[in-house]
């Protein structure tokens, strides 16, 4: 089973902050994906991936830009970080049977 | 519009009893559907894939249909523990494109002693 691991557990950032978010794969699978959670909107897609140096956006990709050099690894970035960013992030893998999601970051803007 | 509907009140059930879970969707026509339980401030778990053509699907206390009639899913553990409680999410995927998954929003189970 692949291991999908999210690099911080909770973050704090300001306003106006470039963020990072990174998130690493054990395995060799095409599709990566980032989602955000908020309380009562349930899972929301940002961004995915279904090869190196190729993305898609998705639902809400507005504020945010992701980068896959290496198939392993598919970082979320956020350009400017805002308020209405604080969210739960979420970042998985898989196919269409079945998704590996990583443990999230809980990422606070002040 | 697209739409995947899972009731927003929490389930509280005693234990040892069954918990069923409801999934209805609207305008998907989904190669499979999917169960995944979430915990507090964790990722989702994948737990039970069920394929259009299957009616039903076990695992251990767990127990999925599938009526594609209906454009329904029910979900349901038996012989509940509190160890149960959690929030389930289904979700749902088409044959081809690009493997997106489209997720409910969840529905919260406490099982209480």
């Known amino acids: 089973d692949v291991k999908v691991t999210q690099s911080s557990r909770y973050l704090v950032k300001r306003t106006g902050e470039k963020v990072f978010l990174e998130c690493v794969q054990d395995m060799d699978h095409e599709n990566m994906f980032w989602y955000r959670q908020d309380p009562g909107l349930g899972l929301r897609l940002i961004y995915f991936?279904?090869?190196?140096?190729?993305?898609e956006k998705g639902d809400i990709p507005e504020g945010y830009s992701v980068s896959r050099e290496k198939k392993e690894r598919f970082s979320l970035i956020l350009e400017s970080a805002s308020t209405n960013q604080t969210s739960m992030y979420l970042c998985?893998?898989?196919?269409?049977?079945?998704?590996?999601f990583g443990s999230g970051t809980r990422l606070t803007v002040v | 519009s697209q739409k995947i509907e899972q009731n927003s009140e929490a389930l509280n059930i005693q234990e040892g009893k069954t918990a069923t879970l409801t999934c209805n969707y609207t305008?998907?026509?989904?190669?499979?559907l999917q169960w995944y339980r979430q915990d507090p401030g964790r990722g989702p778990v994948f737990l039970l894939l069920i394929r259009e053509n299957e009616k039903e699907k076990r695992k251990e206390r767990l127990k999925v249909t599938f009526d594609t009639t209906l454009k329904q899913s029910l979900f349901h553990i038996t012989a509940s523990q509190p160890a149960d409680s959690a929030t389930y999410l289904c979700a749902l995927s088409p044959y081809y494109g690009n493997n997106r998954l489209a997720f409910g929003k969840g529905n919260q189970v406490v099982v209480i002693p």
């Open positions: 305008n998907y026509s989904p190669a499979y």
């Open positions: 998985a893998v898989g196919v269409n049977y079945g998704y590996t």
């Open positions: 991936s279904y090869d190196v140096k190729m993305k």
